[in-house]
């Protein structure tokens, strides 16, 4: 049973960083291209960004390019991204999500989620 825990949200001030983990179990976890999703409040849940499964491709949405970093450590099924320079507008749960195909994970149609992570950032 694939199980993906999202953990490191919290409130933080517009300008301001934070990281966000996401722990992978249940299933062969390098081998899967991972991804982080959002929900904003009254919004659909957008792509932000995703990885391939040895880590050598990166995919971003435009508005989080050169402020979000997603990373991954396969020797701890863990997932990461390193969210800089916060804007109110990035304020959400974000989800971590796993596939691999690397077209589903991308295109809004992984197969497995996390339970998701709280994001709130201040103006």
């Known amino acids: 049973q694939v199980q993906l825990v999202e953990s490191g949200g919290g409130l933080v001030q517009a300008g301001g960083s934070l990281r966000l983990a996401c722990v992978g179990s249940g299933f062969e976890f390098k081998i899967n291209a991972m991804g982080w999703y959002r929900q904003a409040p009254g919004k659909s849940r957008e792509f932000v960004a995703a990885i391939t499964n040895g880590g050598a491709s990166t995919r971003y949405t435009d508005s989080v390019k050169g402020r979000f970093t997603i990373s991954r450590d396969n020797r701890k099924s863990t997932l990461y991204l390193q969210m800089n320079s916060l804007k109110p507008e990035d304020t959400g749960v974000y989800y971590c999500?796993?596939?691999?195909?690397?077209?589903?994970?991308?295109?809004?149609?992984?197969?497995?989620w996390g339970q998701g992570t709280q994001v709130t950032v201040s103006s």
């Open positions: 999500a796993t596939d691999r195909s690397w077209g589903a994970m991308t295109s809004g149609n992984p197969d497995d």
